[in-house]
């Protein structure tokens, strides 16, 4: 397999594979579906959830069922396709805890006399994604566990696409958009996790600074203006589009926006 098209034929094979009645048929799919995830085919990752969920092709696994039922609402490909829904089986898998965030956050691992446990964390933040108000922190917060690798496998390229989600749904505390923003910026300005593009960082940097100007002391405002002087001024190259030249910030909007809302093919 070398080239997306290729991808996404071998990426149909699979499905038809698991589409299949024949056990032997659905346990190469989980295969194929394997081998996708390593190329970064998003269209694998609903499937590698339901084939840990339901035991298709390999030992049922609830534990790995969530990570990719949870990646794929943070892609936005959580339909019921195939069914049911990423949100649908997660509910399956956790039960309601009402208000669950909010005893976690009041008490931290690293809080003398506290008792909280990575792992009632991260059950905590998962559960405030499907039942919860403050999705947003969620979504950062589980960002931030899987960009560390507290409790769950360190990927700092899914860690991205749950800082992305936090991004659009909004609605977080001040600081902590901040500092969502500042993380974004910071792995596309060096690359971590995805590839470098100075013109993502400069947004997320940008927007990151707009907020911690307030604090002035703080190390993650010093970071932030170091890295944003360090970018300067986009040269023109970033700024053809078609056959004219584009404002800077026309342009850096332009490009964040494609980023944000579009559902990748790949990741």
């Excluded at 070398?2 to 071998?10: C, I, Q, V």
């Excluded at 094979?13 to 194929?32: H, I, P």
């Excluded at 590698?48 to 390999?58: D, N, S, W």
């Excluded at 850096?252 to 926006?257: G, K, N, P, Q, V």
Aim: glycine share 8%.
């Amino acid at each position: 397999m070398k080239l997306k098209s290729t991808y996404d034929d071998y990426f149909l094979r699979a499905v038809k594979r698991f589409d299949s009645d024949v056990s032997g048929q659905r346990t190469k799919a989980f295969e194929m579906f394997k081998e996708l995830e390593k190329v970064g085919h998003v269209g694998s990752i609903k499937y590698l959830g339901k084939c840990y969920f339901e035991g298709i092709g390999c030992e049922r696994k609830n534990d790995k069922a969530r990570d990719y039922y949870l990646l794929s609402i943070a892609l936005g490909c959580y339909k019921a396709d195939p069914g049911p829904s990423s949100y649908e089986v997660l509910r399956m898998i956790d039960d309601e805890i009402m208000d669950a965030i909010d005893v976690v956050e009041n008490a931290r691992p690293s809080d003398e006399g506290k008792n909280i446990s990575c792992e009632d964390m991260y059950s905590a933040y998962v559960n405030t994604v499907i039942y919860g108000s403050q999705k947003t922190l969620a979504w950062y917060r589980l960002g931030n566990m899987y960009y560390d690798g507290i409790f769950v496998e360190q990927n700092k390229k899914w860690a991205i696409y749950f800082y992305r989600r936090a991004f659009t749904t909004g609605g977080m505390e001040r600081y902590y958009e901040a500092d969502n923003a500042l993380r974004l910026g910071k792995c596309f300005y060096y690359g971590d996790g995805i590839g470098k593009d100075p013109v993502l960082a400069k947004y997320f940097l940008r927007h990151a600074g707009h907020i911690l100007w307030r604090y002035p002391e703080d190390d993650a405002t010093a970071l932030c203006t170091s890295l944003l002087d360090s970018l300067g001024k986009l040269d023109n190259t970033y700024l053809f589009d078609g056959k004219d030249y584009m404002e800077e910030d026309d342009y850096i909007e332009d490009t964040a926006s494609e980023w944000l809302y579009h559902i990748p093919e790949y990741i």
